[in-house]
Each structure stands twice: as structure tokens, then as C-alpha cells.
């Protein structure tokens, strides 16, 4: 077994193309939930809707993160896609998925402070 199929949250890898070369256990059953399942060996770009299909292929191109909230069918997620760098070389991206509260907490850490904003 493999730490990122325990991992509370989606894991999905795809090359510099957009083949999807792995997925972890909460991927394949968020991706199962829209019908589409087992991606690997398939093309992500054609799950994204645009414009975000854009983006994830300049992502492809140039290796530069993305992250955002979004929320779906009332739930509130996080979403991460950084570049899968290997041995120096850009691979493709990474795109990490998970559930966050409605309501986030946002600490500010330096040496003045350790405030939390509700």
C-alpha cells in the first residue's frame, strides 16, 4: 500500500501530455462519483471544463502551481496542482484535492504575532 492511498484527500498525477499516471484511492472514487472511474492512461485535460482546461495545459507547459477553494454539491474543497518535478526535470502536474470547513481559519505567523482571524 502506498501513504498517498490513506491520504484524506485526491492525489492525481498526469504527465507533461495530460495522461494520467496515477491516482490514489480518493481520486478514482471522486472521479467514480461523475462515471468516469479509473482514469489512468486517460487525458485530464478533458475533465477540465474551460477555462480551467486553458490553464492546466499553460500548466503543462510551464512549470507554475495553482491553487484555489471551490465548492460542489455543497462542499467545500481545496484544490492544489504544483508541478511533479523529478530528478530536476518537469514531469508534469500533480493536483491535490480535499475538504476544508466552510468557515476557515487563517493564522498570520511571524515574530510580532500568532493571530488567528476568524
Known amino acids: ?18 495522461i ?9 472514487m471522486q472521479f467514480a462519483k461523475s462515471g468516469d472511474g479509473d482514469l489512468i492512461g486517460k487525458s485530464l485535460i478533458e ?3 474551460e477555462p480551467a482546461r486553458t490553464f492546466l495545459i499553460k500548466m503543462l507547459a510551464e512549470p507554475i502551481p495553482n491553487s ?10 481545496m484544490i492544489h496542482q504544483t508541478p511533479w518535478i523529478e530528478d530536476g526535470e518537469f514531469k ?9 470547513p466552510e ?13 488567528i482571524i476568524p
Not at 20 to 28: A, H
Not at 103 to 115: A, F, G
Request: charged share 30%.
Open 1 to 18: 500500500m502506498n501513504w498517498t492511498d490513506g491520504f484524506l484527500g485526491a492525489i492525481t498525477v498526469c504527465d507533461r501530455k495530460g
Open 92 to 100: 508534469g502536474v500533480v493536483e491535490i484535492s480535499y475538504e476544508i
Open 47 to 49: 475533465c477540465h471544463p
Open 103 to 115: 468557515k476557515l481559519q487563517h493564522h498570520i505567523r511571524d515574530k510580532s504575532s500568532d493571530t
Open 20 to 28: 494520467v499516471v496515477y491516482m490514489n484511492e480518493r481520486s478514482k
Open 68 to 77: 484555489f477553494s471551490i465548492e460542489k454539491r455543497g462542499i467545500h474543497k
